[in-house]
């Protein structure tokens, strides 16, 4: 601050020179930190997209019952827990959305790019596929089939046997269990409902 000419004057002056040399001095060092933010090296080299090895559970605790407390931790609270990511998804179309995502992958290692197949690489899928096909083919029975289908008849017809029964025995029970009351049976003009064999 210079000082003032006159002396009533109370108003404050500026050196500019001073000002503007702090100002260039930021302007140069955002520009340095810049350049060095640039500077940082080839970006890092990921694995390219591959298939899952090994299948994903979905329903093994599907219908069971859960108690939760403040103590529990994250991988056993409810939803489904990504140990990769430390995060727990609510419902299993987003657990699966979370596992084939972006994020996922990444901290997997890999990249969402997909090797490029050669000509070679998809015929030798497709003659992998062909042979698999000829094998279900001569694993396939006729009389083995038509065995499994019979006996499967057999026992649907002795389930709906074993049902007819328990549901006649379950009425003759409740017929037998409940009391006449003779005034009654004698005013109709029988003495029972026919539960008696003769």
Known sequence: MASSSK???????????EYE??????????????????????PVQRELLRQREYKVDLDSRLGKSVVITKTTPASQSGGYYCNVCDCVVKDSINFLD???GKKHQRNLGMSMRVERSSLDQVRKRF????????????????????????????????????????????????????????????????????????
């Open 21 to 42: 040399s702090i100002a260039a001095q930021r302007l140069a060092e955002e520009e340095a930190r810049r350049e060095a933010a640039d500077e940082k090296g080839p």
């Open 7 to 17: 002396a009533d004057d109370h108003r404050r002056k500026w050196d500019r020179d």
């Open 127 to 198: 003659d992998m596929n062909k042979r698999k096909r000829e094998e279900q083919k001569k694993e396939y029975d006729m009389e083995e089939r038509l065995n499994e289908i019979r006996e499967e008849e057999e026992k649907q017809k002795e389930y709906r046997r074993e049902r007819r029964k328990d549901k006649k025995r379950r009425t003759a029970d409740a017929a037998d269990d409940e009391p006449v009351n003779p005034q009654l049976a004698a005013m109709m003009g029988f003495s029972g409902f026919g539960g008696a064999k003769k």
């Open 98 to 100: 979370h596992i084939n």
